[in-house]
């Protein structure tokens, strides 16, 4: 889909509309279809990249026995050309591995984390790598519990690590940097489990992680912030949901601009169009203040959102999946341009930035077959990949990552 820029004049009926800058859609390309057994599922969870360029792609990936997994590691050094496994991992008594984040610090370092499952139990998994993914230790673990993030923070290089746990509820853990041990900083209790899902860092120092929680009764979208990160300084800043409309709201996936504008991505439920939306909501003011900048339906009832990203021009990147009007379940990412428009405060008309949203992305391995983003990130060459799964004409999983040219 093109957009052309428009010009605007004073004349009345133009100045409502937006500022569009001009740009092309490229078109996304496949650069892996993997399954690490052939004929056998695979899964990819999230996507990084390092301080060298190389592009990382996490997840799971079938042995022998459909229905038991390893954790897997995959590395590009050529903008997703050519890839190489780094790291299988399993733990003894879970048949099932799975990561479902990664990152990497400001020295090289590499982090994935995710869980381990069996029929009754979920084990917390963190591995780390200092030598480039050539060898890796598990540095932290708790039982009934799953990891969904792991970042690292820009400036302290303090690693935080979100998920949920049966017996602490909504989970936070920081090692601080040079330390050796990770720590509880944040812990809901099993009365409000839901789940941290991710962390984005602001320029003014504070933490952000967003994920969902049961508010009053039912699972919530929620954020807080932190501006040390310590046990305690949790703060509650947004909860998404009303009894007029929205309900079962989920925070998903968050990003923060170098101008300190918050994007959180989720969905709700509305009891307008009884369907599941996908919602992006934004903050200029830290935290204080919250508007929905994206409100979309794909049409069909069920949409999951996943991950977030910015690439290098500062257009916001959004993947999940959502059902077509059909109940197709489909891989699906959106794309948020900013811009401004003119808003009329007075007697006098002054701009103000928005941001214009697209759909940028729908696909399917095979047609009818149920496809979903996972992962997303951006290279410094303004490339944008996405990870995910996607179910062949038999319907096993494919590990699938898709390239977006600049």
């Known amino acids: 889909m093109n957009k052309t820029s428009q010009l605007l004049t004073l004349g009345a009926a133009l100045l409502g509309a937006p500022l569009i800058p001009t740009f092309a859609q490229s078109t996304w390309q496949t650069v892996d279809d993997f399954q690490y057994t052939a004929g056998l599922s695979a899964v990819s969870g999230d996507m990084g990249t390092d301080i060298h360029g190389n592009l990382y792609a996490v997840g799971r990936g079938t042995p022998a026995v459909e229905g038991n997994s390893v954790g897997l590691v995959q590395m590009s050094a050529d903008q997703g050309a050519t890839w190489d496994i780094l790291d299988t991992f399993s733990v003894e008594g879970f048949p099932i591995g799975h990561y479902r984040a990664f990152a990497s610090d400001a020295s090289g370092r590499l982090y994935a984390a995710g869980n381990a499952w069996n029929a009754t139990d979920t084990a917390w998994v963190v591995r780390e790598s200092v030598d480039g993914g050539a060898n890796w230790t598990s540095t932290d673990d708790l039982s009934n519990a799953g990891c969904a993030d792991i970042k690292i923070h820009p400036t302290t290089g303090d690693v935080y690590a979100g998920g949920s746990s049966a017996n ?22 099993p009365g409000n489990i839901g789940s941290a899902w991710s962390f984005s860092f602001h320029p003014n120092g504070k933490i952000f992680v967003v994920g969902d929680g049961v508010i009053p009764s039912t699972p919530t979208w929620v954020v807080h912030s932190s501006a040390t990160g310590d046990l305690g300084s949790w703060t509650q800043v947004d909860t998404f949901y009303s009894s007029s409309e929205w309900s079962q709201t989920s925070a998903r996936a968050s990003v923060i601009t170098d101008s300190g504008t918050i994007y959180v991505a989720g969905s709700a439920y509305s009891s307008r169009t009884r369907k599941r939306h996908w919602i992006v909501r934004n ?13 979309f339906s794909y049409g069909g009832a069920s949409v999951e959102l996943s991950g977030m990203t910015l690439d290098e021009a500062g ?42 949203w697209i759909t940028s992305d729908v696909f399917q391995l095979a047609s009818g077959k149920e496809a979903r983003a996972n992962g997303i ?7 944008i990949f996405v990870s995910g799964r996607a179910a062949d004409t038999s319907g096993v999983d494919h590990w699938i990552v898709r390239k977006l040219l600049p």
């Open 377 to 383: 990130t951006g290279d410094v060459l303004g490339n």
């Open 283 to 295: 903050s200029a003011d830290s935290g204080a203040t919250w508007t929905i900048s994206d409100n």
């Open 168 to 189: 602490l509820g909504r989970v936070i853990r920081r090692r601080l940097a040079g330390a050796s041990q990770f720590t509880t900083v944040l812990a809901t209790g």
């Open 315 to 356: 257009n916001i990147f959004v993947c999940g999946q959502a059902a077509n009007s059909s109940g197709k379940l489909q891989w699906l990412v959106r794309k948020g341009t900013p811009t401004t428009t003119l808003v009329k405060q007075g007697k006098k008309w002054i701009q103000v930035t928005t941001v214009v």
